[in-house]
């Protein structure tokens, strides 16, 4: 099956960009709109579209289902793990003023750390339910 | 361990979270259940640690990220929580060594390790709420357990569980929408989501001339009661409770809606007590009345069912109407017996549940006309099926009686005939379907097709022993059960109007 020639060099255009804005989402999250929520969803569309445009198997070549089914733990395990760094390091759960010398700093590596735990398990689930879905037929 | 101590509330929900995302990232069944046996093993002694301080020294407070409350999200662990999490862990921890040979057999063998996934995230959710002194953060492990709960029914083998999972999804989530309305307005009056924080801003000032109040209290009431499946709003549960895998069956009908009827109690006693005069509100007559519909009509309908597991779903359902008609009663006696009677149905309906699972494990069916004599077959399942069978019907000796007694007694507190006679009747139709399935069981001759039944493994037994034993314990023994609950009740009432 062949794929518009279009399309394909188009997405591969912009593939880099949607992924680039995805990372502004994130890390802006911290000054306005924005963070793991949305930029998850951003980074999995990149996935997404390159599977409607180029095919499933690139995109299972690019982003491999045993991969993508780890990250949605795998973010979980982040965010909890956060909060257990505080508990070791002799503070309440998810108390972040003690990750850095400084608390404002310990507070901007949590949220940090929080949300790029967001951000994995959010891309990976967006990915699995869109594999879960287009592999139903075949 | 002087360390650990104080962290005691968080541990209780982070240990099963992060069990649950290494079960789901092992991805092997063996693994996964090591994990969960593990956490579900740990749980129970968390609990106890806490319920052992409350008692000698009062609420345990933990503020999450050393925001102080009502800022920040608080955990609150006082006698009541610390009773519920005790029983809600030690039902988990007791029943998971059955887990690994009966989810063997009923769960497809890849989907096995996101099974405890999903168990491990229920249980987290189930503590949480228990744990969390914030009204918007058991929204959120109302969520978790529920959202759980729906993949763990839907694992059923029978294609009929995905339906039955879609059921419940629809009914659980408008009771969850319903109960975030009534915490929103609660939000609108108070500015606060902390529980202590909502009830000490809401005072008596505001009874006479709030119906945003009134409007908070019927929304959480109704949301809260479509979790706990309180009479008429049962719908989703006795098909959530036939088709799901045996296991999770005994799991949920011993903690899940045990739980939800925590919620009520807590919102009922700690919160809307406080600011609301119940007696000019008909809000404790309607839960009588619907709880007395409960023990009637859901008893009547179990006697004519066909399905072991349907009739047990059933009775659950009319075990509910015991548990909030003591809500109902709301005094010292009445109140007490519906929390006594939370832990001992949570243990007979685990131990009935269990047993289904174990004839199913040996027969792979529950339909009560292929059962006929399978008693002589596997005399041991049978005999603490037996012996739950009697709690349920509430003989003296067993737990259930003592639930009984105290629920009497508060009907009698309050001048009332009705109920006794009604509490009484109600146990005769749980007689008739009791009976029913016992005289199948042991007096009709085994058919060819269960030949080669027998007892189960050591340990699927075990668990369904210890339950057994435990329905006859507590029958006897009322320190823990009724002694702890009326320290609760104490607490709980002293603080309303």
Not at chain 1, 88 to 117: C, M, Q, R, T, W
Not at chain 2, 138 to 145: C, K, N, R, T
Not at chain 2, 424 to 429: A, T
Request: hydrophobic residues 55%.
């Amino acid at each position: 099956m062949s794929y518009d020639l279009v399309l394909r060099v188009g997405t591969k255009l912009i593939l880099p960009f949607i992924l680039l804005f995805a990372l502004y989402v994130q890390f802006h999250g911290d000054y306005g709109p924005g963070g793991g929520f949305q930029a998850g969803v951003i980074a999995a569309s990149t996935v997404i579209l390159l599977a409607i445009t180029c095919g499933l198997d690139l995109a299972h070549r690019i982003a491999p289902q045993a991969v993508v089914q780890s990250m949605v733990p795998l973010g979980v395990l982040i965010y909890a793990g956060t909060g257990v760094a505080g508990l070791l390091l002799g503070k309440n759960y998810l108390d972040y003023s003690v990750l850095a010398h400084d608390p404002a700093h310990g507070h901007e590596l949590g949220i940090f750390l929080v949300e790029a735990g967001v951000l994995i398990t959010v891309a990976g689930t967006m990915t699995s339910l869109f594999y879960a879905f287009v592999e139903r037929g075949r | 361990m002087n360390a650990v101590w104080p962290h005691l509330p968080i541990l209780q929900v982070v240990v099963p979270l992060i069990g649950a995302v290494l079960a789901g990232f092992l991805r092997r069944a063996g693994p996964a259940f090591a994990v969960a046996l593990a956490v579900s093993w740990l749980m129970p002694l968390i609990a106890g640690a806490m319920l052992w301080q409350v008692l000698a020294s009062g609420p345990i407070s933990y503020h999450i990220g050393s925001w102080p409350p009502p800022w920040g999200i608080e955990y609150r662990v006082d006698v009541l929580g610390g009773f519920m999490l005790l029983l809600v862990s030690t039902v988990g921890a007791v029943i998971m060594p059955f887990a690994r040979r009966s989810v063997a057999f009923e769960v497809e063998d890849g989907q096995q390790a996101w099974f405890y996934c999903m168990y491990l995230l229920c249980l987290t959710g189930l503590l949480g709420i228990v744990t969390t002194g914030d009204a918007f953060n058991a929204f959120v492990f109302l969520e978790v357990s529920s959202l759980s709960t729906y993949v763990l029914v839907a694992l059923g083998r029978d294609r009929r569980a995905l339906l039955a999972a879609f059921q419940y999804l629809i009914m659980g989530t408008i009771g969850a929408t319903f109960y975030i309305i009534g915490v929103g307005l609660l939000y609108l009056l108070t500015g606060s989501l902390n529980m202590a924080d909502i009830a000490a801003r809401l005072g008596p000032e505001w009874a006479g001339h709030s119906r945003a109040i009134v409007a908070a209290l019927a929304f959480i009431t109704v949301g809260v009661s479509l979790k706990l499946a309180l009479f008429p709003l049962h719908a989703w549960l006795p098909n959530a409770y036939a088709y799901a895998p045996s296991w999770v069956t005994a799991f949920l009908s011993a903690t899940a809606t045990k739980v939800a009827i925590y919620l009520l109690v807590r919102f009922f006693f700690s919160i809307f007590g406080v600011a609301i005069d119940f007696r000019e509100l008909p809000v404790t007559d309607i839960v009588i009345a619907l709880s007395i519909a409960a023990m009637f009509v859901a008893s009547v309908i179990a006697v004519f069912q066909t399905d072991l597991k349907r009739m047990l779903a059933y009775s659950s359902v009319a075990q509910i109407g015991y548990i909030t008609l003591g809500i109902g009663l709301a005094n010292q006696a009445g109140l007490t017996g519906g929390l006594v009677h939370i832990v001992n149905h949570a243990l007979m309906k685990a131990a009935l549940f269990l047993a289904a699972g174990a004839i199913f494990f040996r027969i792979g069916t529950v339909r009560l006309s292929d059962l006929a004599g399978i008693g002589r077959k596997m005399p041991l399942t049978m005999t603490a099926f037996t012996v739950a069978c009697f709690g349920l019907v509430g003989t003296p000796g067993t737990s259930g009686f003592i639930s009984k007694w105290f629920l009497v007694l508060g009907a009698l507190d309050k001048g009332w005939w009705v109920p006794v006679f009604l509490i009484v009747g109600s146990s005769l139709i749980a007689l008739v379907y009791v009976g029913r399935v016992l005289e199948v069981v042991w007096l009709r001759e085994p058919s060819a097709a269960i030949a080669n039944a027998s007892d189960p493994p050591l340990s699927m037994l075990l668990p369904l022993v210890v339950l057994a034993a435990a329905t006859i314990y507590f029958g006897l023994d009322t320190q823990w059960t009724a002694g702890i609950a009326g320290t609760a009740v104490k607490n709980l009432l002293g603080g309303l109007r």
